[in-house]
């Protein structure tokens, strides 16, 4: 027997006033899977996330740190993107109601706000990355023992 999932089968009007009790969702065997059969490039997720667990055992074994770290990373993103793949649209799954289920649409902020982070990361967001860029090129280089007792009363 499969794992039971959630199933939308009828959301509220998008331009009324939506609630998110006015969705109505039903609990199906093997639900988690619906989103693999309607789109099945997604069969790639989970491939990945067990191809790149592999990859990074065999690239450790052999000693090769850094395409083991790209290996590993791609794996827990692999992971990360099955779990959000099997959920969609559901963000926190209720197990007491599966009505008051939080899905992407009861979780999204209004357009005016959407608008205004908009603005704000279009702006903020290249001062964050010079600011990040600067502080790189600010503190780079190792830290060596012979550093530290050259400096020991200063902020080396």
């Known amino acids: 027997a ?8 009828a959301m509220p009007d998008a331009n009324s006033a939506f609630t998110p009790l006015a969705k109505t969702v039903e609990v199906v065997a093997g639900a988690w899977f619906d989103n693999y059969a309607k ?3 997604t069969k790639l997720f989970p491939a990945l996330g067990v191809a790149g667990a592999v990859l990074a055992a065999l690239l ?6 850094r395409l083991a770290f790209i290996a ?7 992971i990360i993107l099955t ?3 099997s959920l ?3 963000v926190m799954p209720s197990s007491l109601d599966a009505k008051s289920s939080l899905t992407m649409w009861d979780a999204v902020s ?20 010079v ?4 502080v790189y090129r600010v503190v780079k280089g190792k830290v060596t023992a012979r550093d530290i007792h050259e400096n020991e009363h200063t902020a080396y």
């Open 83 to 85: 779990a959000g793949m």
């Open 72 to 78: 590993s990373g791609l794996s827990v993103t692999g």
């Open 88 to 90: 969609f649209p559901f």
């Open 2 to 9: 499969q794992m039971p999932g959630y199933r939308i089968t």
């Open 110 to 129: 209004s357009h005016k706000t959407l608008g205004l982070m908009f603005w704000m990361v279009l702006i903020f967001l290249p001062l964050i990355i």
């Open 39 to 41: 789109w099945p490039v």
């Open 60 to 65: 450790a074994l052999v000693r090769s740190a």
């Open 131 to 134: 600011y990040t860029g600067w």
